[in-house]
C-alpha cells in the first residue's frame, strides 16, 4: 500500500491538477476513494490516527488552501464513510490538544531565554561600546606620552632638572602604555563575550522564529478550523444516552 500521506496527496490530485479544492470536492475524492484510503490504513487505529495526520497536514499545505477553513466536514466525512473510528478520532484530538499545549509552553520558554539573551546581549553593546572609547582615550594618552618622553630626552650633560623631566616622562609613558595595555585585553574580553552571546541570540532568534510559526500553523492552523467536528464529537461522546451509530450519522453537522 502506499504511504497515507501520498494516498491522500493523490486523491487529492485527481480533483484539479495544480488547483487547491474546496471542500466539496476533496469530501467527493474521499467517498469515491474510500476503498483505496481504508486498504491503506488497514483498519488499525495508528493507520486512522496516521490518516488524520495526513489530511492535516494536506489541509495546511498550498494545495488545502481552500478547504481549510471547512475542515470539519472535510474530517466529518472520514468519520461517514467509517475511515475514522470514533474513539480514534477523540483520542487524535486530545493528543493534539496536548501538543499544542506542549508546544506553547515550549515558545514562551523560548521567548523568555530570547529576552534574556536580547538583554544580555544590550548590555555586552554598552561594555563594548565604553570599552572602545576607553581603549580610545587610553590610546590619545599613550602617543602624547611618548611625545613628551621624546622631547624630554637628555642630550649629553643634561641638568638635574632635565634629568628629572626625562625620568618623570618616561614613568608616565609607562603607566600610560600598561593602561593602553589593559584597555586592549578589556575590549578584546568584552568583544568576545559579545560575540558569543551574538551566537547564542541568533540561534535563540531562528528558534522562536521557528516555534511562532509553527504555533501559529500546521497543528494549531489545523486545530483553529478543525474544532467544531472534535468539539461535537466529544460532546455526543458525553451525553448519558447515546444514539445508536447510525442514528448518530443522520444528525451530523452537514450531510454528506
Avoid at 602624547?144 to 621624546?150: F, G, H, L, P, S
Avoid at 609613558?173 to 586592549?184: A, F, R
Wanted: negative net charge; contains cysteine.
Amino acid at each position: 500500500a502506499l504511504p497515507i500521506s501520498n494516498t491522500v496527496k493523490a486523491a487529492a490530485a485527481k480533483v484539479v491538477e495544480g488547483t487547491p479544492p474546496g471542500a466539496a470536492e476533496v469530501r467527493k475524492v474521499v467517498k469515491a476513494n474510500k476503498a483505496m484510503l481504508a486498504e491503506t490504513t488497514g483498519g488499525t487505529a495508528a493507520g486512522q490516527q496516521s490518516l488524520l495526520k495526513a489530511f492535516q497536514s494536506w489541509l495546511v499545505s498550498s494545495q488545502g488552501a481552500n478547504a481549510l477553513v471547512h475542515s470539519p466536514k472535510v474530517i466529518e466525512v472520514l468519520y461517514d464513510v467509517d475511515l475514522v473510528e470514533e474513539e480514534v478520532a477523540l483520542k487524535y484530538w486530545k493528543d493534539l490538544q496536548a501538543q499544542l499545549v506542549r508546544d506553547e509552553a515550549e515558545l514562551a520558554e523560548q521567548v523568555a531565554a530570547h529576552k534574556s539573551l536580547s538583554d544580555e546581549k544590550a548590555a555586552l553593546e554598552e561594555a563594548v561600546r565604553v570599552a572602545e572609547a576607553e581603549e580610545s582615550d587610553a590610546a590619545w594618552y599613550n602617543k602624547k606620552a611618548e611625545e613628551t618622553a621624546q622631547a624630554t630626552r637628555c642630550g649629553g650633560n643634561p641638568s638635574k632638572d632635565d634629568e628629572a623631566n626625562e625620568k618623570a616622562a618616561l614613568s608616565a609613558l609607562k603607566k600610560c602604555k600598561d593602561y593602553y595595555n589593559q584597555t586592549g585585553k578589556v575590549l578584546a574580553a568584552r568583544s568576545k563575550n559579545l560575540m558569543e552571546v551574538n551566537i547564542e541570540y541568533e540561534a535563540s532568534l531562528v528558534l522562536v522564529n521557528q516555534l511562532t510559526q509553527r504555533s501559529q500553523g500546521g497543528g494549531a492552523l489545523f486545530a483553529k478550523h478543525a474544532a467544531p467536528f472534535f468539539e461535537w464529537l466529544a460532546a455526543d461522546d458525553e451525553e448519558e444516552e447515546k444514539p445508536d451509530l447510525e442514528d448518530r450519522k443522520s444528525t451530523r453537522l452537514n450531510s454528506s
